[in-house]
């Protein structure tokens, strides 16, 4: 069984996605055998269950504050390309997130805007921008994703209509969606895409290809995936095909 696990694990960190029906071929054993050792592979934190198979688990882990000071060039190059999808005049919730905590501070000081958030820190960020409106989105504060979450944060959600929705992501992959570590964390952020007239999501190279426990939408309902320059052209034709316009951007020095 732990020679199996073992190859499971390389497969998962070569390919990426592993399905238990290839798996149980491989190995001569059944698809029960091969989903029991993904089930316990999944419960130590091995990889991330989906229909099928299984994926690598998603590389964001950690307090908002531990995130914010991960890969901050190639965050700063996405939230830059994000920053440039935002309507002036508009009304836009800004998910919890590091990376949109990036897309906050690159926001273009004169872009008027009424932007609402659950993330202290975010509205922190946001007040430095003279012509935006800013409306803090109340609770009990989350300490591993730096917003606000529970019954008050739905019940403040609950009297905005925000123009576009910056979602945020701990893992993305076609057939998984987007995801997340926190059962709380994926019912806000779901609540908050639907009610929103559009969804965008910036995602670092890493998310891709990879799952957290809980999930929050299809690929579909992302109107925009902002991304790095380097996603594999193939991979970003997956997404368009489900809908999603990708928006790259620029290198990083």
């Known amino acids: 069984m732990r020679e199996r696990q073992g190859v499971i694990s390389e497969r998962l960190r070569l390919n990426g996605r592993v399905l238990a029906a290839e798996l149980a071929l491989e190995f001569g054993v059944s698809e029960d055998t091969v989903r029991r050792d993904l089930r316990e592979m999944a419960a130590a934190g091995l990889c991330e269950r989906v229909y099928g198979g299984a994926l690598p688990v998603s590389p964001a882990h950690g307090s908002l504050t531990q995130r914010t000071g991960f890969a901050a060039d190639r965050k700063q190059a996405v939230a830059r390309a994000a920053a440039k999808q935002i309507a002036a005049g508009s009304c836009v919730f800004f998910d919890a997130g590091s990376t949109n905590l990036a897309i906050a501070n690159a926001l273009p000081a004169e872009l008027e805007l009424t932007a609402a958030t659950n993330a202290p820190v975010i509205a922190a960020a946001l007040?430095?921008?003279?012509?935006?409106?800013?409306?803090?989105?109340?609770?009990?504060?989350?300490?591993?994703?730096?917003?606000?979450?529970?019954?008050?944060?739905?019940?403040?959600?609950?009297?905005?209509?925000?123009?576009?929705?910056?979602?945020?992501?701990?893992?993305?992959?076609?057939?998984?969606?987007?995801?997340?570590?926190?059962?709380?964390?994926?019912?806000?952020?779901?609540?908050?895409?639907?009610?929103?007239?559009?969804?965008?999501?910036?995602?670092?190279?890493?998310?891709?290809?990879?799952?957290?426990?809980?999930?929050?939408?299809?690929?579909?309902?992302?109107?925009?995936?902002?991304?790095?320059?380097?996603?594999?052209?193939?991979?970003?034709?997956?997404?368009?095909?489900?809908?999603?316009?990708?928006?790259?951007?620029?290198?990083?020095?």
């Not at 109340?138 to 994703?145: A, E, F, L, P």
């Open 127 to 253: 007040i430095d921008k003279p012509a935006v409106n800013v409306i803090l989105i109340g609770g009990m504060v989350d300490r591993q994703t730096g917003g606000a979450l529970g019954a008050k944060a739905l019940r403040d959600m609950e009297q905005i209509s925000p123009d576009l929705c910056i979602l945020g992501a701990c893992g993305i992959d076609l057939e998984a969606g987007i995801t997340t570590f926190g059962f709380e964390d994926a019912e806000f952020k779901r609540f908050a895409a639907s009610r929103s007239k559009r969804v965008m999501a910036a995602v670092t190279s890493e998310k891709f290809g990879t799952a957290a426990p809980h999930s929050i939408l299809p690929v579909a309902h992302c109107e925009c995936l902002v991304v790095e320059h380097d996603v594999d052209p193939a991979i970003l034709a997956g997404y368009r095909e489900r809908g999603c316009r990708t928006v790259i951007a620029e290198k990083t020095n």
